[in-house]
Every structure is written in structure tokens, then in C-alpha cells.
């Protein structure tokens, strides 16, 4: 138990289009979600955190603009990078739990190349 | 605040030979301890956890951790390393037990050299 998937697993777009990124937990309801950064040989960075029906919280220093969640559903936290640039290129990872102290569940990934 | 150091980025063993990746952590609350691994373009996995109770954890792997609030330290062992061993190890402490965000260290990447 405890699934969760992200699509795309990979995306190429050109600069200045979105891109949505979708998480999803299979087999169980994901009160919380989070989104974290991951650049090349580095550890997780937490860009935000997404409580089903309400307003992300952000981390320090992340453009909420510009990375929009929505969090519709126990079971879908959506990503969007608007307006993507070359340096929004990275791999975006997804986590879900169950409740507050649950361990988080991974999503595989999503590698997003912005030319 | 809470906070993780791994000490050494990179560790090359021998298969067969013991693993030991290390991990200390700062909290200002009895943590939630994590270890993860991460295979190349994937997601990250739990290896195995500590919330309360016995102190040394077994996980999935062959793989366990010792938590010692003394020397707040949480380093991972695995008695016999195998080729499938080498990736991303990531420590990670829980900032608060009502939050369920985690701190994650640098990561520690495991080298297996038959």
C-alpha cells in the first residue's frame, strides 16, 4: 500500500509555456502533499506544502506565482510551472501522507527540461 | 530548529563489506527519524523509521539504524553490501510531530565496488 504516482514522468516544453505536474495517491487519501525541488546531486529542497481544500503554504524564497498547487481532491495535488524558464529545469518530486505524523510516500518524479 | 548533517557525500565499499553511512541530527523535540533511498531519476523510498520505542530499527534490505538521543546521531548499517545497494541515502528529521515535514540532509551516495 501507500502508492504515488506522478505524470508526466518527463517533460520538454519551450520557454514561457506552463507545465502541469500531477501527484497522485492510489490506494489511500492524502490529507496533506508536498512538493519539493530537486537539482542535480542535491538533496530535496520543500518548495511547498498542500492541505486538500485550502491554500498551499510556501516555503521561503518559492514564488507562489509562479508555481501554482492546487490540491482538489484527498487523492490529486497538481503542480503548474507558469511561464517556464530555462532555470525552472530540475526534477520535481511529490510526498503524500495520510496524517501528520505518517511517514511521507514518494512519487517517482517528474524531470522537467525547459529549453 | 531541526537539522541534519550526513557526514561524507560519498562512500565506496567493497561488496560484502559493512555499510555505514552516518547521520546526526539537531531537534529541539524528540524526533521522527527517516531513512531514505533514491535510484537514479526515481522517487524516494523508506528504508525504515523511528518514532518511539526500541532504539535500533530494522528496514527493508537488510538494512537498520541505531537512534542515539546521546549522541543524536541515526547512522544506517548494513552488515554485507550487494551490488543493487549503490544509490541516494538521505537522512531526513520530522520538523514537528503535527506538520509532517521533514528536514532532509545532503545525502549520502553509496558506491559498491565488486
Known amino acids: 500500500g501507500a502508492v504515488v504516482s506522478q505524470h508526466p514522468s518527463r517533460v520538454i516544453c519551450k520557454s514561457g509555456t506552463s507545465v502541469k505536474i500531477e501527484c497522485r495517491s492510489l490506494?489511500?487519501?492524502?490529507?496533506?502533499m508536498f512538493w519539493y525541488r530537486q537539482f542535480p546531486k542535491q538533496s530535496l529542497m520543500l518548495m511547498a506544502t498542500?492541505?486538500?481544500?485550502?491554500?498551499?503554504?510556501?516555503e521561503q524564497g518559492v514564488e507562489k506565482d509562479k508555481f501554482l498547487i492546487n490540491h482538489a481532491s484527498l487523492t490529486l495535488s497538481t503542480l503548474t510551472v507558469t511561464s517556464a524558464h530555462p532555470e525552472d529545469s530540475s526534477f520535481y518530486i511529490c510526498?503524500?501522507?495520510?496524517?501528520?505524523?505518517?511517514?511521507?510516500?514518494f512519487g517517482p518524479g517528474t524531470r522537467l527540461t525547459v529549453l | 530548529a531541526q537539522s541534519v548533517t550526513q557526514l561524507g557525500s560519498h562512500v565506496s565499499v567493497s561488496e560484502g563489506a559493512l555499510v555505514l553511512l552516518r547521520c546526526n541530527y539537531s531537534?529541539?523535540?524528540?524526533?521522527?527519524l527517516f531513512w531514505y533511498v533514491q535510484y537514479p531519476n526515481q522517487g524516494l523510498q523508506l528504508l525504515l523509521k523511528?518514532?518511539?520505542?526500541?532504539?535500533l530499527v530494522k528496514g527493508i534490505n537488510g538494512f537498520e539504524a541505531e537512534f542515539k538521543k546521546s549522541e543524536t546521531s541515526f547512522h544506517l548499517t548494513k552488515p554485507s553490501a550487494h551490488m543493487s545497494d549503490a544509490a541516494e541515502y538521505f537522512c531526513?528529521?520530522?520538523?514537528?510531530?503535527?506538520?509532517?515535514?521533514?528536514?532532509f540532509g545532503q545525502g549520502t551516495t553509496l558506491q559498491v565496488k565488486p
Open positions: 510526498s503524500a501522507v495520510r496524517g501528520a505524523t505518517d511517514t511521507q510516500y
Open positions: 490506494d489511500f487519501q492524502a490529507t496533506t
Open positions: 498542500s492541505n486538500e481544500g485550502s491554500k498551499a503554504t510556501y
Open positions: 531537534s529541539s523535540v524528540p524526533p521522527y
Open positions: 523511528y518514532t518511539t520505542g526500541a532504539t
Open positions: 531526513a528529521v520530522s520538523e514537528a510531530r503535527n506538520t509532517g515535514k521533514l528536514i
